[in-house]
């Protein structure tokens, strides 16, 4: 049977709103009622508009409402990443609106207006939030879609009952348009079914809104000009045109804006509603960022990244003795370099890593011919340092995937180091990339945690680990098992980005495995030669995270001549006796060029110039709006502070960098509240403006008596309390161990053992010292266990087996963790 906690990750808990009869997209008439009013009252504003409906109130409440538009938006963002193949990316997304949304307190904040509007949309929301980021996480977009129709309707009940039914369906109508632009998304990272899927989505929910009649009673020109932009979406991602989807995309997203002004007065609700639009847009480009667009720099990118590979390669035969083939790779690599596109990007991005780069492979060269083994080892070191800075510096976002690549090859290599009876070696190299990883070099740990708790812990705790131990152990089937463990993990984290960029991990293994080819070849191991290069075809014609497909389709003959005859030219003449290092060569270049080929037609640069395109088009559709002058009239400082946000937050994405996203959404929501005259009202932290953030909630709440300041030096174990999540989310222990919970992020925390899920003999515990599960949940209803900033809560293991957990306000976003205590 399964696991409570197992069941929250999958279907969230509580049905309570979604069968009261919770609204959908457009079902804004319905279910106001139901809404626990505890709402402020709006400043009276009325005005009737020619062919619109007569005015409405304005207010703070209304610049609350459209911040809960931005999170509906967000929502189908992270289903448009799973529509375009990158649902890890989708996960992520959704995991930051929970961030962002439990960070949102104050008395106009977005998480406690919404629980003061209504309990049971509230509840709703948190619950379909987290399945709409389990779901992704296990790659099943559809039930992603449903949850986030559910999450969204429950926002727009809470819309009605905070802003009326006439501001709802403007915000409604913003909506539709804010999730036509996803397609563009979609469509730029390649994915045209997905493009097409999410247009027919939109019109599938404008024809079931209430918005629907309206908008076309009120501006025909709109209606159809929306109508239209939908299906030129569909007729472009038809004939995989990614500047069409474009275009169409935001033709739709233009129509709904000009229909918001038809449909209400005064101008304000819509204007306010339009900077919730362009708030969402900036988060389209963080999301496209996330969902791994490449472009040129990115296969350059990936050519530095298979140097590593070969330079290390060149180590190893160094150290057996082979120094002539040795010296030769390294000086190949030189050659390939002084010839290759990676050269002059690699010196344009990073001057002094380019030359340390250079110096570093003369360095080797000479290390190597003296037979120096420590100069060997030094000037690979400094290689590999001035490449990791320049691939950070070129692939941006990207590098971790390129990691998880370098990572695949020079695991190859310590299985064949174990193969040739050198398991002390294999050992050391697994430490080393161990070393690698927890110094989260290229951002891999962090963004492997990021994409998905469960993953990063099997790659690390239970393979990574376990690898390292099995090599010391000379364990041949802990060896397999664990080896076949950590490929399989990076290959399910690439699979989480587009085929572009996992092309670049694909290219950095294979190249690594026709290298190591090679090198087993000099060492008089042909079988093994042959071996190593089947494993490489193998591992192709799996799939590859998409790099098999996307490579057919960006260019069948280079598809061809990769495989079929660079590649099997390599098994060739290992099978034959031939020269393995020369066909390795060859092959080496076929990879290259594929990742260029890959890169250059799905559209690239998205990371950079793409994204960055996304928010310098909402820059100058501000500077042609009507809400740019209501703005600029309403709040000067306001204003100034929103363009320096947009200014800011395109030079961060050009440079590869999303950190200016949160800057631009802060802005943009207390340029919302200033449209609406409640500028003083607006969250703090957003941009100058803004009422000190609420903090009764924090004083209110109580620890207990195993809830400490700061993290005991005694502790022999730290779990991070991190917004929405426990990392990390499974830890092994021994009896007699201390765990600390540190609060590492967002709101106040909880840690409450599941009575179900303890060892027989096991002793009750939770923050604030309760002795069951029930106390502990209602003692968090008072206000009492809770784990806040600077704090931990401590706890000693005295019982054996698994211990299950959770965070009582965070459990509906899948909060959980296990302890497991050996003797």
């Known amino acids: 049977m399964p696991q409570r906690r197992d069941l929250l990750k999958t279907v969230g808990i509580a049905a309570t709103g979604l069968l009261a009869g919770c609204p959908s997209q457009g079902s804004t008439e319905s279910n106001t009622a139901s809404a626990d009013t505890d709402t402020t009252e709006q400043e009276a504003t009325a005005g009737t508009d020619e062919g619109g409906e007569s005015g409405v109130s304005v207010g703070p409440m209304t610049a609350v409402a459209t911040e809960w538009n931005v999170y509906r938006a967000r929502l189908y963002d992270a289903v448009a990443l799973g529509r375009a193949g990158a649902p890890g990316a989708g996960a992520t997304v959704a995991q930051n609106i929970f961030a962002r949304f439990e960070g949102a307190s104050g008395e106009y904040g977005a998480h406690e207006q919404l629980e003061s509007t209504s309990e049971s949309a509230y509840e709703g929301f948190e619950d379909a939030l987290g399945t709409v980021q389990s779901s992704l996480s296990e790659g099943n977009v559809s039930e992603a879609a449903s949850a986030a129709d559910k999450a969204s309707g429950h926002l727009q009940t809470a819309q009605q009952a905070a802003a009326g039914q006439q501001a709802t369906r403007v915000l409604d ?167 290759a596109a990676a050269h002059d990007a690699l010196e344009e991005a990073d001057s002094e890593a380019y030359e340390a780069f250079e110096s570093g492979l003369s360095d080797l060269s000479s290390a190597i011919e003296n037979g120096n083994t420590e100069g060997v080892a030094s000037a690979v070191e400094t290689v590999d340092t001035n490449l990791v800075a320049g691939i950070e510096a070129l692939a941006g976002g990207n590098a971790p995937v390129l990691q998880s690549g370098f ?14 009876g050198q398991a002390g070696q294999a050992a050391t190299l697994v430490s080393d990339l161990f070393a690698r990883f927890e110094e989260n070099q290229l951002d891999f740990h962090e963004t492997l945690e990021e994409t998905s708790e469960d993953l990063y812990h099997r790659f690390e705790e239970e393979h990574l680990v376990g690898l390292q131990s099995a090599y010391e152990n000379g364990d041949d089937d802990a060896v397999g098992t664990h080896h076949d463990g950590v490929l399989a993990a990076l290959l399910e984290f690439e699979s989480a980005h587009s085929a572009a960029v996992a092309s670049g991990s694909g290219a950095t293994y294979m190249a690594g495995l026709a290298f190591d080819a090679a090198a087993t070849n000099a060492l008089g191991n042909a079988d093994r030669a042959a071996s190593t290069a089947q494993g490489a075809l193998a591992f192709f014609e799996s799939g590859a995270a998409g ?14 001549r990769f495989e079929d005859e660079a590649l099997g030219s390599v098994i060739s003449a290992a099978n034959d006796g031939g020269d393995v290092y020369a066909a390795a060569k060859t092959f080496y270049g076929a990879a290259i060029e594929s990742v260029t080929a890959i890169v250059g037609s799905s559209g ?123 990392a990390p989310e499974e830890l092994t222990v021994s009896v007699g161990d201390t765990v600390a919970w540190k609060h590492a992020g967002g709101e106040a925390h909880n840690v409450v053992a599941y009575e179900e899920e303890l060892p027989d003999d096991a002793t009750y515990w939770a923050s604030g010292g309760f002795e069951s599960e029930s106390a502990a949940r209602e003692g968090w209803e008072n206000g009492e266990g809770a784990v806040q900033s600077g704090q931990s809560y401590v706890h000693t293991f005295e019982t054996a087996g698994e211990h299950g957990y959770f965070c009582v306000p965070h459990e509906a976003a899948g909060m959980a963790g296990t302890v497991i205590v050996e003797e």
């Open 547 to 560: 790099y098999h497909e996307a490579l057919e389709e960006a260019n069948e003959d280079l598809y061809h």
């Open 604 to 726: 690239g640069g998205e990371t950079g110039a793409g994204a960055a395109s996304v928010v310098s088009d909402v820059f100058a559709t501000f500077e042609n709006a009507a809400v740019h002058d209501k703005l600029e009239n309403a709040d000067a400082e306001a204003y100034e502070a929103y363009e320096a946000a947009l200014n800011d937050y395109v030079a961060d994405l050009e440079s590869g960098s999303t950190d200016g996203a949160t800057a631009f959404a802060n802005a943009a929501r207390t340029a919302s509240f200033a449209v609406v005259g409640a500028v003083d009202s607006a969250p703090s932290g957003s941009g100058g403006h803004g009422g000190e953030e609420s903090e009764a909630t924090e004083s209110s709440l109580s620890g207990g008596p195993n809830v400490v300041e700061g993290v005991p030096e005694d502790a022999d174990h730290v779990v991070d309390m991190q917004a929405v999540a426990f």
């Open 173 to 339: 109508l913003l909506l539709l348009g804010s999730r036509a632009s996803n397609a563009a998304m979609a469509g730029t990272l390649g994915a045209f079914e997905g493009a097409a899927t999410i247009a027919e989505e939109t019109m599938t929910a404008f024809e079931d809104a209430l918005v629907y009649s309206k908008i076309e009673a009120a501006d025909a020109e709109s209606y159809e000009a929306f109508e239209n932009a939908l299906a030129g979406i569909g007729s472009a991602a038809g004939s995989e045109d990614a500047s069409g989807v474009t275009e169409q995309a935001r033709a739709a997203l233009d129509a709904t804006v000009s229909g918001a002004y038809a449909l209400v007065q005064p101008a304000s609700v819509a204007g306010a509603g339009h900077l919730a639009t362009m708030q969402a847009r900036g988060w389209d480009a963080a999301a496209l960022a996330a969902g791994g667009g490449a472009g040129a720099d990115y296969a350059h990118a990936t050519t530095l990244n298979t140097y590593r590979a070969r330079v290390h390669d060149a180590g190893w035969l160094a150290r057996a003795g082979e120094t002539a083939t040795a010296a030769t790779m390294v000086e190949d690599v030189f050659a390939h370099f002084e010839g």
């Open 407 to 420: 990572f695949k090859a020079r695991f190859a290599d310590a299985r064949e180091l174990y193969r040739q």
